[in-house]
T-cell receptor, first 111, second 116 residues
Framework: KQEVTQIPAALSVPEGENLVLNCSFTDSAIYNLQWFRQDPGKGLTSLLLIQSSQREQTSGRLNASLDKSSGRSTLYIAASQPGDSATYLC??????????FGDGTTLTVKP | NAGVMQNPRHLVRRRGQEARLRCSPM?????VYWYRQLPEEGLKFMVYLQKENIIDESGMPKERFSAEFPKEGPSILRIQQVVRGDSAAYFC??????????????FGPGTRLLVL
């Protein structure tokens, strides 16, 4: 059974800092891994998807890495802004199609 | 291109009633996923469907819950005889298919179900 853990559960940083969010998973036989952000009371917005054969993906100030062998992914946010404040979720998809979500890291970026 | 649409956005039911949640995937997407987010908890997978087929329902409660994705029309998540513990946000996601560049899941805004 796949288990996904995100650390830390909450993070508060001043504006402009670079930061790293962590996601670990127990079963390395994954199909892909996707990072999302969720704003309070809203749905999820897809940020990056990394295929199991890939090592990293980049979009703007975001960079996600994947190390299947160690069961880890990181989401790097450069030059954080108050608008980045949200809950960040990672989802690990198995070949069967099911995605398992972590509980998220709630990020607060202070002006 | 409209995103994933879910309706209603909010639904109030009394115990014992039925709840029907609808999800229209993005244009060109034939894969639909339903997730539930209980208060103060993370997202939990419920079911994965392709047109007219249930691919994986390992996250669906064994009783009272059913899902379909007919050839025409939206996907429906149906909860019969609702109980207070069914109160949650139900999210639908869709993807184009499988294979590189087609698997990104796009989420709808969710339906927030409140059972009185």
């Amino acid at each position: 059974k796949q288990e996904v853990t995100q650390i830390p559960a909450a993070l508060s940083v001043p504006e402009g800092e670079n930061l790293v969010l962590n996601c670990s998973f127990t079963d390395s036989a994954i199909y892909n891994l996707q990072w999302f952000r969720q704003d309070p009371g809203k749905g999820l917005t897809s940020l990056l998807l990394i295929q199991s054969s890939q090592r990293e993906q980049t979009s703007g100030r975001l960079n996600a890495s994947l190390d299947k062998s160690s069961g880890r992914s990181t989401l790097y946010i450069a030059a954080s802004q108050p608008g980045d404040s949200a809950t960040y979720l990672c989802a690990v998809r198995t070949n069967a199609g099911k995605s398992t979500f972590g509980d998220g890291t709630t990020l607060t970026v202070k002006p | 291109n409209a995103g994933v649409m879910q309706n209603p956005r909010h639904l109030v039911r009394r115990r014992g009633q039925e709840a029907r949640l609808r999800c229209s995937p993005m244009k060109g997407h034939s894969h639909v996923y339903w997730y539930r987010q209980l208060p103060e908890e993370g997202l939990k997978f419920m079911v994965y469907l392709q047109k007219e087929n249930i691919i994986d329902e390992s996250g669906m409660p064994k009783e009272r819950f059913s899902a379909e994705f007919p050839k025409e029309g939206p996907s429906i998540l149906r909860i019969q005889q609702v109980v207070r513990g069914d109160s949650a946000a139900y999210f639908c996601a869709s993807s184009r298919g499988t294979g590189t560049d087609q698997e990104t899941q796009y989420f709808g805004p969710g339906t927030r179900l409140l059972v009185l």
